[in-house]
């Protein structure tokens, strides 16, 4: 075997046979899907919510004490580093109870995520023509039913490309769960280089990883997208 192979083997014994040291990525990697999938939920529910009720006021008027805690939550939130918001959640709002650092991250990043769903879904609301929102009620739907039955099905079409950037920037984004002490896989790629004092291959390890995820969810988008598509045909 030549030597430079050899020190490659090594290498990859050290990082991560050795003591078992794999267990840090593999156990870093559940945290991050874990927070991810939560914090997505909460975003869309909470995006969705704000979104139509900001929607709502741009078109009729009405909810203006709603649409204005919910202009304030978006300036706050969206001209604010997620991880100072991290930061806050975990050391002051949460800084005398005994809680999880996985549900800490879930809120926080569910938190952050919710802002730029609700801009990205109101933005899909606001591109469709007024005329649906007349034929719906032309219809004899009420205003929730016309935009639960009519005006979201062609907003989240026409914003899922912007939803699914949304998803992968927020997977990259849990990368910053070690400030709270949260073993997640960049954490876990950082404990297996305290130990070793080797960086390259933990950390390139942790990327390809990264990697991976975030086209696996650029497929799935994809493939959604073209399900949408070949429905209307």
Known sequence: MPQWLQNLADRFYTNFISENRWKYIADGF???VEVTFFAVL???ILGFLIAVIRSTHDKTGKLKIPDLICKVYLTVIRGTPSVLQLLIIYFVVFGSVNISKVLVAIIAFGINSGAYVAEVIRSGIMSIDKGQTEAGRSLGFTYAQTMIYIILPQALKNVLPALGN???VL??????CGYIALQDLTKGGDIIRSRTYDAFMPLIAVAFIYLVMV???QRLVAGLERRLNSSER
Not at 171 to 176: G, Q, Y
């Open 30 to 32: 559940v945290v991050t």
């Open 42 to 44: 909460i975003g869309i």
């Open 166 to 168: 949304e998803v992968i």
């Open 171 to 176: 997977l990259k984004e849990t990368s910053i």
């Open 215 to 217: 086209m696996l969810l």
